[in-house]
C-alpha cells in the first residue's frame, strides 16, 4: 500500500524557519517525483514545488522561490520542505503528493505565528 | 503562469441528478509531448484531495465511472452523471503542463 506520511509542522514566529520531511512507503520511492502542495485555512490548494526522481529537476511557485528548498534523500524513502523567512501567509496545511497526484499524504499544519 | 479558471464556484445539486463543472486555462494545455496534463481532484472537508481524472479523461483506480472528463486545449468538463451523498465536497482541476502547475479555485458541490 502507498503511504506518504508528512511531518515536521508546528507554531513558528514569524522571519524563522521550519523543515517538513514525507516519509514514503509501499512503492520504489526513487523512481518517481514528487512535490508539495499547501491549503491555507479556508482556502484552495496551491502547488508549491516539484522535484524530480533524481533531484536534478526541481521547479518552484513565485509565491515561495528563493525561501523553500525541496530535496529528497532516496536511501531514506524520504522528501522534504526546508521553509525559510516564514510569514503568516505560509500558515497552511502542507501536502507532500507523489507524481502527479496519484497519491497524498494527509498533511501537516504549519502556523506562523507571534 | 497559467490561470485556471472553474465555473460555478458553488453547485448545489440534487441527489440523482447529474452535474458539470467547467474549467478552462489561460493557455493551452497541450504539452510537447502531446499529452494534456489536465487533472480532477475532490476534496472532503478535512481530508485530503484525491485524484478522480488524469490527462482530461482517464479515471484512476476505484473512482466511479459516474465521473468522466472531457475537453482539450483551454476548455474542460468534468460530469457527475448521478450525484451520489459521498460526492459532496471541493473539486479543483489542475494543469501540469506548464511550470508552475496551476490548480483553478476550487467548486464546491453541495446537496439541495
Known amino acids: 500500500e502507498v503511504q506518504l506520511v508528512e511531518s515536521g509542522g508546528g507554531l513558528v514566529q514569524p522571519g524563522g524557519s521550519l523543515r517538513l520531511s514525507c516519509a514514503a512507503s509501499?512503492?520504489?520511492?526513487?523512481?518517481?517525483?514528487f512535490n508539495w502542495v499547501r491549503q491555507a485555512p479556508g482556502k484552495g490548494l496551491e502547488w508549491l514545488s516539484y522535484?524530480?526522481?533524481?533531484?536534478?529537476?526541481?521547479y518552484y511557485a513565485d509565491s515561495v522561490k528563493g525561501r523553500f528548498t525541496i530535496s529528497r534523500d532516496n536511501a531514506k524513502n524520504s522528501l522534504y520542505l526546508q521553509m525559510n523567512s516564514l510569514g503568516a501567509e505560509d500558515t497552511a496545511v502542507y501536502y507532500c503528493?507523489?507524481?502527479?497526484?496519484?497519491?497524498w499524504g494527509q498533511g501537516t499544519l504549519v502556523t506562523v505565528s507571534s | 503562469d497559467v490561470v485556471m479558471t472553474q465555473s460555478p464556484l458553488s453547485l448545489p445539486v440534487t441527489l440523482g441528478q447529474p452535474a458539470s463543472i467547467s474549467c478552462t486555462s489561460s493557455?493551452?494545455?497541450?504539452?510537447?509531448?502531446?499529452?494534456?496534463?489536465l487533472r480532477w481532484f475532490h476534496q472532503r472537508p478535512g481530508q485530503a484531495p484525491r485524484r478522480l481524472i488524469y490527462?482530461?479523461?482517464n479515471r484512476d483506480s476505484g473512482v466511479p465511472d459516474r465521473f468522466s472528463g472531457s475537453g482539450s486545449g483551454t476548455d474542460f468538463t468534468l460530469k457527475i452523471g448521478r450525484v451520489e451523498a459521498e460526492d459532496v465536497g471541493v473539486y479543483y482541476c489542475?494543469?501540469?503542463?506548464?511550470?508552475?502547475?496551476?490548480f483553478g479555485q476550487g467548486t464546491k458541490v453541495e446537496i439541495k
Open positions: 490527462k482530461i479523461s
Open positions: 522535484i524530480g526522481t533524481s533531484g536534478s529537476s526541481i
Open positions: 493557455q493551452s494545455l497541450v504539452h510537447s509531448d502531446g499529452n494534456t496534463y
Open positions: 509501499g512503492f520504489a520511492f526513487r523512481t518517481y517525483g
Open positions: 489542475m494543469q501540469g503542463t506548464h511550470w508552475p502547475w496551476t
Open positions: 503528493a507523489r507524481g502527479g497526484g496519484a497519491h
